[in-house]
C-alpha cells in the first residue's frame, strides 16, 4: 500500500473511532488483501460505537429524570 493509502486509511480509522491496534490489524489486512476479515473488524466496531450511544443514551434519560425530579420538587 503506497503512503497516500495508508494515510487515508488512518484517517477513516480515526473517524471511525478505532484504537490504535484496531488500526494496525485493519492495516495489516489490507495488505493481505483480507476483505473478510476487515468487514467483520469494521462490524465489531461498529458494535462498539452503537453499545457506547446507547450507554450514553440511558445516562441522559438519567440526567432527564434527575431534573424533573428537581422541577417537580420546587413547585
Known sequence: MNEATEKRVRSQMRDCGCSAKQTKEYLALTDADNTEDRI???KR?????????HAASRQIDCIDFCIHELESSKV
Open 45 to 53: 466496531r461498529r458494535k462498539e460505537a452503537l453499545d457506547e450511544l
Open 40 to 42: 467483520y473488524l469494521l
